[in-house]
């Protein structure tokens, strides 16, 4: 695989630090002329005199950082595949647009009477979040795919504690589920116990039977799992869940698979999180910070953790707020969750429609 245009020929390359290269009396650059009045420096006694730095024309600068830069793998150069992970190109209009006055230079603070705009994109993307994954309740306050995890899993447990079922205690994980799925469940308080997988990689639907129970609270399921398997008995393993009384949590890692072909609401899915780090356009690898929305079915809504985004009335005069649902689960960070990936999410789906 071809990185860059200097990787084939890495015996041509001067591999010497910027300090190597240094001459005395070479400048990248000239300072204009001050505008502001200038100040007395401090005592001498209070300054360095030994900080060495390199000494460099600007292009050796250019041609420095420019190769380095080159060396790099990224998901700019290249297919960046990292197991459930996997990384693609991020359109860059889509910084630019979460760049804009109003979306970056708002702060969590402010009335949100002032913010009416930043707050109505957060609840469109709820909306459209919700109508892409049949899950129509939605919290983006989760700041990674995992705290959606852990969100989800702590709604179920607030669901089933409502119904006066406490006991339902187990979370049913397949063997070959991504490591944050049994750490989510122990953090939320569940036992974790694992179904086999077939000789097929499937989940083993008799051995799923057999393990789902009265203290069945979850079952966590990737779809298509991180084998890269699409489940061919995802509704018979969803009825086995719910003829249980146990809700399916879906997931979302490898949301990229399924969207615009089915909706996992379809599928029996009660709750979910959505990676949009991983699968609507946001920095990731990196680049981050990530966002791991939760999606829930609607009657679920209720324990979503807070905020969440809402539209009072119609027309001219319909306004936006952030508010806390009925039964929330409660905050999980700071203000509202990571509303620059947001952003990016929210022009990466209204491009695509």
């Known amino acids: 695989m071809t990185i860059g245009p200097d990787i084939e020929r890495a015996g041509d390359i001067d591999r010497r630090l910027l300090m190597d290269r240094s001459v005395a009396g070479r400048r990248a650059f000239t300072l204009p002329e001050s505008d502001v009045p200038v100040q007395e420096l401090p005592d001498p006694s209070l300054l360095r005199d030994d900080i060495e730095l390199p000494e460099v024309s600007q292009l050796e600068v250019i041609r420095y950082f420019s190769l380095l830069s080159q060396l790099n793998f990224s998901i700019d150069t290249n297919f960046y595949p990292l197991g459930s992970c996997t990384m693609k190109y991020n359109p860059k209009i889509n910084d630019e647009l979460a760049n804009l006055p109003g979306l970056a230079d708002i ?57 006066h079922d406490a006991e339902r205690t187990v979370a049913i994980i397949p063997d070959s589920a991504h490591g944050t799925n049994p750490a989510s469940a122990s953090m939320a308080g569940l036992e974790v116990v694992t179904v ?88 990731h690898g990196g680049g981050g910070p990530g966002s791991g929305p939760v999606l829930v079915r609607a009657d679920l809504a209720r324990y979503l953790p807070e905020p969440v985004a809402e539209k009072t009335g119609d027309g001219p005069d319909s306004t936006y707020r952030l508010a806390a649902p009925a039964d929330s689960i409660g905050p999980l960070n700071g203000f509202h969750g990571s509303f620059s990936i947001a952003a990016r999410a929210y022009a990466y789906i209204k491009a695509l429609g």
Do not use: W
């Open 107 to 163: 702060h969590p603070l402010q009335p949100a009477e002032t913010v009416q705009g930043a707050i109505r994109l957060l609840k469109e993307l709820q909306d459209d979040l919700g109508e892409i994954t049949g899950l129509p309740g939605v919290s983006l306050a989760p700041l990674a795919g995992a705290q959606g995890e852990y969100a989800g899993l702590l709604i179920a447990r607030a669901y089933h504690q409502a119904r």
């Open 196 to 283: 086999r997988s077939d000789d097929q990689g499937n989940v083993d639907v008799e051995n799923l039977r057999e393990l789902a129970d009265s203290r069945t609270a979850a079952f966590m399921l990737t779809i298509p799992s991180t084998l890269g398997l699409f489940e061919p008995n995802i509704l018979e393993i969803t009825k086995i869940i719910h003829d249980a009384g146990g809700l399916v949590y879906a997931d979302g890692a490898n949301l990229n698979a399924l969207l615009g072909l089915v909706k996992l609401g379809d599928l029996g899915v009660d709750i979910c999180h959505s990676n949009l780090h991983k699968t609507f356009s946001t920095p």
